[in-house]
């Protein structure tokens, strides 16, 4: 079974490095400030006459209340007021960037992120809905994979009603963790009631899929606590989970300067509770998709990759990465064939960008012949858990093992530690090495040495 993990305490201490999560390769770290508009507008010309289909993500970065934990960009404040200045920026980029593309192709995928979507009034939420239809041809038969994240905080049943009526049909719960001195110790007090009214609203009104976020490592949280968590948000019954490990890194983040360090738990505890919480979730039935990633066996996320067909992309795991993925927003990043592109993640710079009617595009790179090769070596790896040379090998015309010649001894390292089996035609990720898939990708990353890994979280 694709599912299947086997949980070897020794393997994931020697590889568990510090490593990027490969929603992109190369990763975001790589972008630099020589890709501008221009390039943008180049790829949206591609992208037209491609007919491709086209993924919106749309970043609201409003937050009524701080999260210490949090490492998103965001804009904490009270004033409601401050969401429609925004708003009229990113209708404006909404307009300038759709009369690039051709009108007929199809938004097969959308999601609201932030920060808090719902900070939005629902006003708002409609306002920002029909732009979107009125310049992105959105579908209206609820075939498309339409989500936002919800703080249940935010949300309640006249707000669900809303976002289903304006045309979603998936969920994300931030929820992290139950136990109060947990929530306390991060700045979210959340009780277990907002959350079930929220789910209980979403399938009332037939919402296709429900995701729930949880965090271990956080401040006070013990392997005991986390899993009574655990326990009940599988009475909660998602259809997917996300269970993230925190990677507290102060120096970058601010917020998390305000979590007590001393309060944090080993991590010997971090180790017992992903053990016990992947435990609890395939004995309740859950797959393990890989990279903190679970779902139930008829999830779309379970069937793609049963079939081969699962894609990684800047909104995680997919079945839409075929689509050119617009971001909108301040610091939405774009995928649009080969280009990747960020918007300014400052929200005056983004605001006095489009306030000139010019568009906010700070940062980007553009993939070369290597980064598409290796992009689809670590895609498959990191969504497969194994890499047929052949389909390689036809695809971009090289000789596998010639090509990677120099990476061989490392990768035989891993077959003798039990991490992967490696023979003259593929590579297999084993049991044992899945939790370490992260690591297995790091291998065929050009770029990883010429940066301080302290850049990037822990792969366990």
């Known amino acids: 079974m694709l599912d299947a993990i086997r949980w070897d305490t020794d393997l994931i201490r020697r590889y568990d490095l510090a490593g990027p999560r490969y929603t992109s390769y190369p990763t975001a770290v790589q972008f630099n400030s020589q890709v501008g508009t221009f390039d943008l507008f180049h790829a949206l010309r591609d992208s037209r006459k491609a007919q491709r289909p086209l993924s919106l993500y749309v970043h609201v970065p409003f937050c ?33 960037i759709a009369c690039h593309l051709d009108p007929t192709q199809k938004v097969e995928q959308l999601h609201f992120g932030g920060g808090t979507p719902t900070f939005l009034s629902h006003d708002e939420l409609r306002q920002l809905m029909a732009h979107l239809r009125k310049h992105f041809n959105l579908l209206n038969d609820d075939s498309g994979d339409y989500g936002i994240e919800i703080d249940p905080r935010e949300a309640d049943w006249s707000t669900m009603g809303l976002l289903r009526e304006l045309g979603f049909n998936r969920v994300s719960i931030g929820l992290q963790d139950l136990d109060p001195a947990v929530q306390r110790a991060v700045n979210r007090l959340q009780s277990l009631e907002e959350t079930r009214a929220v789910i209980d609203a979403a399938r009332t009104l037939q919402f296709r899929s429900i995701n729930i976020d949880l965090i271990y490592g956080l401040p006070k949280q013990t392997p005991e606590n ?36 001393n309060e944090l738990p080993t991590p010997a505890q971090k180790l017992e509770m992903l053990q016990r919480t992947i435990e609890q979730l395939i004995n309740a039935g859950y797959r393990y998709i890989g990279m903190d990633h679970f779902a139930l066996p008829d999830d779309e996320l379970a069937i793609a990759q049963e079939e081969s067909t699962l894609q990684r992309n800047f909104q995680g795991y997919t079945t839409h990465g075929h689509c050119d993925l617009i971001g909108l ?12 592109c960020q918007n300014s993640s400052d929200l005056n710079h983004y605001q006095n960008a489009l306030a000139a009617s010019q568009l906010a595009t700070s940062r980007g790179l553009s993939c070369n012949a290597d980064d598409r090769l290796r992009r689809a070596v670590i895609q498959q790896l990191i969504c497969t858990f194994s890499l047929e040379f052949s389909d390689i090998e036809q695809a971009f015309n090289i000789d596998f093992q010639g090509y990677f010649g120099e990476l061989w001894p490392q990768l035989q390292d891993m077959a003798k530690d039990g991490l992967i089996e490696l023979d003259r035609d593929r590579i297999t990720i084993l049991p044992a090495g899945r939790l370490l898939v992260r690591s297995v990708c790091m291998v065929f990353d050009a770029y990883l040495e010429q940066h301080s890994r302290q850049r990037f979280s822990r792969v366990i």
């Not at 701080?66 to 708003?87: E, F, H, M, S, W």
């Not at 927003?329 to 080969?338: E, K």
């Open 64 to 96: 009524a209340n701080i999260c210490y934990y949090c490492a998103c960009n965001k804009v904490i404040t009270k004033d409601r007021g401050r969401a429609q200045p925004y708003l009229q920026r990113l209708e404006q980029e909404i307009q300038l």
């Open 226 to 261: 986390f899993a009574r968590t655990v326990e009940e948000v599988i009475h909660l019954q998602p259809d997917r989970l996300s269970v993230f490990n925190y990677a507290h890194l102060p120096e970058r983040f601010m917020p998390q300067r305000r979590i007590n360090s």
């Open 329 to 340: 927003g301040v610091s939405a990043i774009s995928q649009i064939g080969d280009l990747y």
